[in-house]
Nanobody
Framework: QVQPVESGGGSVQSGGSLRLSCEASGYSYSRYRMGWFRQAPGKEREGVAAITGSGETTYADSVKGRFTISRDNAKKMVFLQMNSLTPADTAMYYC??????????????????WGQGTQVTVSS
């Protein structure tokens, strides 16, 4: 059974960096598309980045050039390197798995299994 578990969140000043990690089990992990989403208080959950099993990536416009998603299929892990953070990046960040990927759409409805989230707070 697939269950993503996030780690690496924390507090950082504006301009700083954080690296989120997500460990996910699953026999067919290399076939899953993995994604990072975030949700700030009072806002809808939004897609941040996703990566297919073969390494094809998708990013939200708001993070392009600042965030990098990567994965290690052997370790069944996915990472989100976040640079040049701003207070607008403050949110709970969730790792999710798309078990039967059919598109590159970065939308929560495309993903099947979710982690519990890790908080990222960026202060000005």
């Amino acid at each position: 059974q697939v269950q993503p578990v996030e780690s690496g969140g924390g507090s950082v000043q504006s301009g700083g960096s954080l690296r989120l990690s997500c460990e996910a089990s699953g026999y067919s992990y290399s076939r899953y598309r993995m994604g990072w989403f975030r949700q700030a208080p009072g806002k809808e959950r939004e897609g941040v980045a996703a990566i297919t099993g073969s390494g094809e990536t998708t990013y939200a416009d708001s993070v392009k050039g600042r965030f990098t998603i990567s994965r290690d299929n052997a370790k069944k892990m996915v990472f989100l390197q976040m640079n040049s953070l701003t207070p607008a990046d403050t949110a709970m960040y969730y790792c999710a798995a798309d078990l039967r990927p059919r598109s590159l759409l970065l939308h929560p409805s495309e993903f099947d299994v979710w982690g519990q989230g890790t908080q990222v707070t960026v202060s000005s």
